[in-house]
């Protein structure tokens, strides 16, 4: 009996229903077109400084990284501090509804980060903030 | 026109493959871009629009906060521990509650106590707090 059926089915042109398959792959599409983001990374790993207020920040678009050393690295190159105004200004003209994070290192000299948040204001950022860890 | 007829007695079937290699390249593509990084930090931003009647009456009062270039932090004249900075910015916030705070940082200090002293103050309930740097002389 169940033999009848299998050579039956072997006769038809093989097929498998695709659908769930299908159903699955929609769903990872949706999900990865709805969470991307498309953030502007900065291409460094900084020692963040500890404060207990700091929020998330859900409009990053551009990252602009302070070294240890003054260096100052945005959208994976190393940046000249005082061109630091003209490339936020060409990063933001993808995306100006974002905000810029700098992500300066704890040991960075406070007159580097300054410097560069006044030339992020200067370039029209909707909004800057410090990347910070909870401490 | 046989043809036709003979294949609407079929089971009516579309070819779902190319619109699901588009699909899949989609996917591959968001996939592959996708970057979960949320970025915790304080803002820096100055909220204009907070208390525009506040404002008015603030002039030239601001509870300044200096860090010199060995990062010791000077308030009112006296050289504080970092950490006590939240009780210090809230006691003169009691005497003055439209007092806005500025925090002067000295260029070679060090980023990590410039964010603890603004940490601080947001601490203290100031969330926008004013950055300069300080010139020594």
Do not use: C, Y
Request: charged share 25%; glycine share 4%.
């Amino acid at each position: 009996m169940a033999n009848q059926k299998f050579s039956d089915r072997k006769k038809e042109e093989a097929e498998i229903d695709m659908t769930p398959m299908l159903d699955v792959t929609f769903i990872m599409l949706i999900f990865f077109i709805v969470t991307a983001s498309f953030v502007k990374e900065s291409g460094i790993t900084v020692e963040r400084p500890e404060a207990s207020t700091g929020e998330k920040q859900q409009r990053a678009a551009v990252l602009v990284a302070v070294a240890e050393d003054g260096s100052v690295h945005m959208d994976n190159q190393t940046v000249d501090i005082r061109a630091v105004r003209a490339n936020v200004e060409k990063l933001l003209s993808e995306n100006p509804q974002g905000t810029v994070v700098i992500q300066a290192d704890k040991r960075a000299k406070a007159g580097d980060v300054i410097s560069v948040m006044n030339q992020i204001k200067a370039a029209g950022a909707e909004g800057t903030a410090i990347a910070t860890v909870e401490n | 026109m046989a043809k036709r007829i003979r294949k609407s007695a079929d089971e009516a079937e579309i070819d779902m493959t190319p619109m699901l290699d588009v699909t899949f390249i989609m996917l591959i593509f968001f996939i592959v871009t996708a970057s979960f990084t949320k970025e915790s930090g304080i803002d820096l931003t100055q909220s204009n629009n907070d208390t525009p009647l506040n404002q008015q009456n603030n002039k030239n009062v601001s509870i300044v906060i200096d860090i010199n270039g060995n990062s010791e932090v000077i308030m009112e004249g006296r050289s504080i521990d970092a950490r006590s900075v939240q009780a210090n910015v809230q006691r003169l916030k009691a005497e003055n509650p439209e007092a806005n705070v500025v925090v002067r940082a000295a260029q070679a200090a060090q980023a990590q106590v410039m964010v603890t002293v603004v940490d601080q103050a947001r601490l203290a309930g100031v969330s926008g707090v004013i950055i300069s740097e300080l010139i020594e002389r």
